[in-house]
């Protein structure tokens, strides 16, 4: 299986969700594979510090992403950009929710791993299908 993440799963790995983290286990074991659009390290690396856990923690966090064979950590770039723009203005959703949803398409995901409630129309035309727990 092929997985984006939005920040939502990412958040749920650092504290130390079980069903996260079998996903993760999944992944390391090569059987899927994970994809992470670059804004979601932004947001994960803000929200971390908010709550205190220390830099270089956080480092290593992104350092085990960047590590990984069956993890891509997916740069904005100007077909991501393009896409991202046009489905932040049809869908009326937040432009970081649009670079994940972008992220999940072209990558032809199976599966956005949100709990994000802007999807839910983007899953109700077919563009993406959510899993959250």
Request: aromatic residues 8%; charged residues 30%; neutral net charge.
């Amino acid at each position: 299986m092929k997985y984006c993440a939005d920040t939502w799963f990412l958040l749920l790995l650092a504290k130390g969700d079980d069903k996260a983290c079998e996903l993760m286990n999944r992944v390391a074991e090569g059987k899927d594979e994970l994809f992470i659009p670059s804004i979601c390290i932004v947001e994960l690396t803000r929200l971390l510090i908010r709550i205190g856990r220390a830099k270089s923690k956080i480092k290593k966090i992104i350092e085990y992403f960047s590590d990984s064979e069956n993890i891509t950590i997916e740069n904005l770039d100007e077909e991501l950009a393009y896409l991202s723009g046009r489905l932040s203005a049809s869908y009326n959703i937040p432009t970081v929710d649009s670079v994940i949803a972008a992220t999940h398409i072209v990558n032809k995901c199976d599966f956005l791993l949100s709990a994000d409630k802007h999807f839910l129309k983007l899953e109700r035309d077919k563009l993406l299908k959510l899993m959250k727990w």
